[in-house]
């Protein structure tokens, strides 16, 4: 029931609005993923192999040491082809597949899971990119939906004690340690990795945003387009605080054209909620695990999924 004090949380209202809605977007952040069991390298926990994750994704690191970031990503990709794309990932699935020019889904999370679940790719905009495309450095390749473990036979990597990865510690405290700036401590030869077919010359990289690049513009000159077309009856925000630009932006967008909002969130109000935490008092809060949510509350659009847990 509606409360004067705060968002409705009751299924049965939300369904009489997803029933009235003509035009939906998703926008969904790590905690969509979370029930199909992938860790993230955030926050104090986010090291790997002495080193903060985040400094290993830019492009300074991979021009640094290629094989230290390649050996980072192939354990990534490697650990997201473990894991199976949860009930949340095919229920937006199948809510793609019944409105095929009326939903859209923004994604912040790179981990191939949506994609898996067979989500179109042409609803699904990725705005961080994907552990599963294949970039060169230097020109403009990209290869989508790259699944093979590993990419490269050099890559191949099961374990954060990969032998290889002994002297991994920060580059900049090893060569001081050594007291000498000539030390390499390079993990793989470059001229070993993988190079890009088409220039010869770039090293291939994986597809995702790193620290210091742009989002991709042409994803974003989609997704614009799409939410300028007509009015958004609604928005989904799938465990995500919606804190970082775009997608930050995107949740106000929606409601300026007239979306109520649905935050799908381990988090309740006294969490953090981001972007969606103005919740106003026709918006929706469901809280617990998206991929327990999203198939009961989506349920009068998609149905019963069938043989998925």
């Known amino acids: 029931m509606a409360s004067i004090h705060g968002p409705i949380t009751d299924v049965s209202e939300f369904h009489e609005v997803l029933k009235s809605s003509k035009r939906i977007m998703a926008l969904c952040g790590a ?3 979370a029930a199909s069991g992938l860790g993230t390298f955030r926050g104090a926990g986010g090291m790997w ?65 949506s994609q898996r679940a067979g989500h179109p790719r042409e609803q699904l905009k990725l705005l961080h990119g994907s552990l599963f495309d294949i970039k060169c450095f230097d020109c403009d390749r990209i290869e989508l939906n790259n699944y093979d ?25 090893a060569r001081a340690a050594y007291e000498d700036p000539n030390v390499d401590t390079t993990t793989i030869n470059p001229d070993d990795l993988p190079h890009c077919p088409d220039c010869k010359a770039g090293l291939l990289r994986p597809g995702v945003v ?34 970082v630009w ?20 381990m988090d309740g109000l006294d969490g953090e909620l981001g972007a969606a935490s103005n919740l106003r008092d026709d918006d929706f809060l469901f809280q617990g695990d998206a991929s327990k949510i999203l198939p009961e509350i989506l349920k009068p659009i998609i149905g019963e999924l069938e043989g998925v847990h």
Not at 75 to 85: F, G, I, M, N, V
């Open 49 to 113: 192999r002495n080193h903060q994750a985040t400094s290993l994704a830019t492009p300074e690191a991979f021009e640094q040491d290629p094989g230290l970031v390649w050996l980072f990503y192939s354990y990534r990709r490697h650990k997201a082809l473990q894991a199976k794309p949860n009930a949340g990932h095919y229920a937006l699935t199948e809510l793609s597949k019944e409105m095929p020019d009326d939903f859209i889904t923004l994604t912040q999370n790179v981990d191939g899971l």
């Open 31 to 33: 905690g969509l993923s």
């Open 246 to 265: 775009p997608a930050a932006g995107y949740v106000s967008e929606a409601t300026s054209k007239g979306a109520k909002v649905a935050v799908i969130n």
């Open 210 to 243: 790193w620290f210091g690049e742009d989002l991709p513009e042409d994803t974003l000159d989609e997704v614009s387009e799409w939410i300028e077309k007509d009015k958004i009856d609604l928005i989904l925000v799938i465990g995500t605080t919606a804190t």
């Open 149 to 173: 473990d590993p990419f490269h036979p050099l890559l191949a990597i099961d374990s954060e004690e990969d032998s290889r990865l002994a002297p991994a510690e920060n580059t900049e405290q």
